[in-house]
């Protein structure tokens, strides 16, 4: 959905604000008016708008005045000069206002056009490096719903259904599944939906989490030293997936409820409301109804983002398309022709994959490294020793009724040899045993974990 660009015309000549009010309002521009500074100001404040014409010598101020009261709400703003009183010295002090562009009355319409368009670039490009941080173009290109199995039809076929709404949607299921990926088939889809931003609700801090959501104004806190736009702000007009969700704190999540259903935000120390428009794709590997009987989850706002419920099932519910997906990662990773034998296939069908989709791509890739000769051999790399799932080792061996420990104590060990692993990192811990940060603090709690 293409966004209509604000712009603030400020010229006490009546006749020049109408002029270019109607020629950019023809170019697509939402254009506002004001004919003194104090007025120019309290319109910016309200509007917000990228781009501002200002005329240098206005009824009540001076033009360089009006800039760094502008400049000081928003820095990031685009201010064109316009003058009749066109010299080296107010060039000087346009510039040094922080004026981005300035041009001498009367000038042609054709070069308004151009400078703001320049200025328009700049507003981009100082965009998309506020955004790098959440998008990832790259694996963008790299994802795809691979299958043909009826599991993998059915989630496309619910792909198409969500696309063809504005709901929010959504995704379950374990870690590796491919919750990202149907987020990314979904936008697509969406030809009006232009930005694709993620946010991992689990890797912010908690005491950053509600700025990084919803910004700032500038000296609300300590280190806030200009005004910065949330992630809701740099998603207006486009879709955005809120990874982990299970991992809110309760007290943001009152604020995300009133995101979604008013579809305004106020950033943290301002009255401001800001409408935006934003369509919500949330993924989680954690049971939420079981988290709302335990109030670590709002009932309100799981209703609010399961409008649409997509469950993406374990790679090992349809073994069958692991072959289709095996070739697919084959074709990603081998820089020549190679193929998977058969009986490499068959084994790789019966193994459980606990990691999924996201593991398969793994072992794959190490195969591929690996490679020797014109075949490519991933079953090698999936247990040392055997392709059985832990369940059929274990049933291997007749146990002694004094052996049998009690389930708890082998969760609490394989929880603390899984930290030992990761050298105590909590976040690599959770990842690595596939659960939410959220819900390794949990079990550390109840276990008595320190």
Not at 100 to 124: C, G, R, W
Request: proline share 4%; charged share 30%.
């Amino acid at each position: 959905m293409k966004k209509v660009i604000k712009l603030l015309i400020i010229d006490d000549d009546d006749f020049v604000s109408a002029s270019l009010s109607d020629y950019l309002i023809n170019k697509g521009f939402g254009v506002r008016t004001a004919s003194n500074g104090k007025d120019g100001i309290m319109s910016f404040e309200r509007e917000q708008p990228s781009l501002v014409l200002l005329d240098q010598k206005l009824p009540d101020m001076e033009g360089v005045d009006v800039c760094q009261k502008i400049l000081a709400i928003n820095p990031n703003a685009k201010i064109i000069f316009i003058t009749a009183y066109a010299t080296v010295q107010y060039a000087v002090e346009a510039m040094q206002a922080g004026a981005s562009h300035y041009l001498s009355k009367p000038f042609e319409l054709d070069e308004l056009s151009i400078t703001i368009d320049m200025a328009l670039k700049n507003v981009q490009m100082e965009g998309k490096l506020r955004v790098q941080d959440y998008e990832r173009e790259k694996d963008r290109r790299e994802k795809k719903l691979i299958g043909s199995s009826e599991v993998i039809n059915r989630i496309k076929e619910q792909i198409e259904l969500a696309a063809g709404s504005e709901a929010t949607v959504l995704l379950t299921g374990e870690t590796g599944v491919g919750k990202n990926v149907v987020a990314i088939a979904i936008h697509d889809l969406q030809a009006k939906r232009e930005t694709y931003l993620t946010i991992n609700c689990s890797a912010i801090p908690e005491n950053l989490m509600e700025a990084e959501y919803f910004g700032h104004e500038k000296g609300v806190f300590t280190g806030a030293e200009t005004r910065r736009e949330g992630i809701f702000e740099l998603s207006d007009g486009g879709t955005l997936v809120l990874d982990e969700i299970g991992d809110i704190p309760m007290h943001l999540q009152s604020k995300l409820l009133t995101a979604l259903e008013d579809k305004t935000i106020r950033r943290i120390g301002s009255g401001r409301v800001i409408p935006v428009d934003v369509r919500v794709i949330a993924t989680t590997n954690e049971n939420l109804e079981e988290a709302i009987r335990e109030k670590r989850f709002r009932q309100d706002l799981y209703y609010r983002l399961a409008v649409l419920n997509i469950h993406i099932p374990p790679l090992r519910d349809h073994p069958e398309d692991i072959s289709e997906i095996s070739d697919y990662f084959v074709k990603r990773f081998c820089r020549r022709p190679v193929k998977i034998p058969d009986s490499h296939i068959r084994k790789m069908m019966k193994y459980p994959w606990p990691g999924n989709v996201r593991e398969l791509r793994n072992v794959i890739e190490r195969a591929a490294l690996l490679l020797q000769g014109d075949e490519i051999r991933p079953a090698d790399l999936l247990l040392q020793d055997s392709l059985s799932s832990p369940l059929e080792k274990s049933s291997q061996k007749t146990m002694n009724i004094r052996e049998i420990i009690p389930l708890e104590e082998v969760k609490k060990r394989h929880i603390l040899s899984a930290l030992r692993a990761c050298s105590g990192n909590k976040s690599l811990t959770a990842r690595s045993l596939g659960v939410s940060l959220s819900t390794l603090k949990r079990k550390l709690r109840e276990m008595n974990i320190t």
